[in-house]
Each structure stands twice: as C-alpha cells, then as structure tokens.
C-alpha cells in the first residue's frame, strides 16, 4: 500500500452529535520508516511500504502499555472538534491530547446563541431558563448574574477547539471510548478508524483491541 505525502493526509468533515474538521495528518510515512530502526543496521535498510508497512502493522497492534507501539507517536493528527461540556471534561483525562486554542464560555457565554450551541439532549425548558439569565445579565452587567449564568450552563453545550495528538494516543482512546454510553464519543472514535491506516496500523481486527 503507498502511503501518500503529509500534505495530502487529510481526511473529509465528520458531523453527528459532535463533529470533526480541517483534519490534517502528519508524520505517517516517516513513523512506518522508523519504526524499523531497533532491528537496522544503517538507517537506509528502513522501508515505508511493503515489508516496512507488515512491520509496522505488527508493532502498532500490540498491546496497550508494551510499548512496542512507541513508533505511533510520531503520527501527528491534527483537527477541529466540537464536543458537550460533558465529552469535553472526560477528553481531559488524557495526557497526549493538547488544545491548541478553543472556545471560551468565560468570555462569550452571554453572546452565544444558546439555541443553536446547545445539543438536542438539552430539555427546551432549560435553554429558556438560559435566554432568561443571559438578558439579564447583558441587561444588568452584574457579577453575580454573570455566575448565575455561567453556572446555570447545561452538559449539553457544545464548544469548539483545534485539537494536536497522536496515533497511539487515538489507539488508547479507541480501546476506551469505542463503545461509550455518549454518542459523541462513539462518533469520535469511527472518525478515528477512517484515519489513515489507522486500522492497519492500530487495530488488531473489526473489533476494539482486546
């Protein structure tokens, strides 16, 4: 299989409940290169295709925590992700997954529209209850309606950020998140499986990783 140059290592808008953007992927020819160093004599004896992508394919698959995998931080992906308050606060559990820049309810929460920020999970009758803190607040100008609203924010509301991590920490979310009870992490996660040769590299088979 040949695996095209970084910049045409990019991948179409994924959109559900949450949704992906400007994907770009970097580092996946010179990961599959080096990923051969440790049984090289001379660098040049590395390859990205044929052989190199069997040995690469080998390495990546192996369990989580063996470390024989280490070859997949150098795949670097990089991406527009819009997550809930919800999804977002679980994301930051992991150590190799950076925000780049986002959106920020401490500085706009009483200039969005709310109506169209929050997910269809939101009960009506609480984005109404929403609309009322924030003209209250933009009426007033107050510090303690400023909170109420900030406070009040439901799970529900969705922001965006640039997002920078790796293959294997894709490959750990995958094995974690794949079958989660929010929809938007299952979505994230089919959206990582059509990364490329994401499946080839990190996936032992149809099924999450054992």
């Known amino acids: ?9 990019t991948l179409s808008d994924y959109s559900g409940v949450s949704s992906v953007t400007n994907t770009k992927v970097y580092g996946l020819a010179n990961a599959v290169k080096v990923s ?3 049984m ?14 069997v040995r690469a394919a080998k390495l990546g698959r192996s369990r989580l925590g063996e470390g024989h995998d280490n070859f997949l931080n150098g795949i670097i992906v990089q991406f527009d992700l819009t ?21 920020s309810t401490m500085h706009r929460i009483a200039k969005f529209d709310l109506g169209n ?15 009322e803190l924030k ?10 309606d400023y909170l109420r609203l900030l406070y009040s924010n439901p799970a529900g509301f969705m922001l965006t950020a640039g997002m920078t991590t790796n293959y294997r920490q894709l490959k ?8 989660h ?5 299952r979505e994230f996660c089919a959206w990582v499986k059509r990364l490329p040769l994401f499946t080839e590299l990190c996936i032992n088979d149809t099924k999450t990783q054992k």
Do not use: C
């Not at 090289?40 to 992508?53: E, F, N, V």
């Not at 920020?117 to 609309?131: E, F, G, K, L, S």
């Not at 209250?136 to 107050?142: F, I, L, P």
């Not at 750990?172 to 079958?179: E, F, L, P, S, V």
């Open 36 to 38: 051969g160093y440790p």
């Open 181 to 185: 009870r929010l929809p938007e992490w």
């Open 83 to 103: 997550f809930s308050n919800k999804a977002w606060v679980e994301l930051q559990r992991y150590h190799f997954i950076d925000f780049i820049s986002s959106q």
């Open 117 to 131: 920020q929050y997910n269809t999970y939101v009960d009506p009758r609480i984005t109404a209850i929403m609309n």
């Open 1 to 9: 299989m040949l695996i095209e140059p970084d910049n045409k290592q």
């Open 172 to 179: 750990t979310i995958i094995k974690q998140r794949a079958n």
């Open 40 to 53: 090289q004599t001379t660098a040049q004896d590395a390859q990205t295709t044929g052989k190199g992508l």
């Open 135 to 144: 003209d209250r607040y933009n009426e007033t100008q107050d510090t303690e």
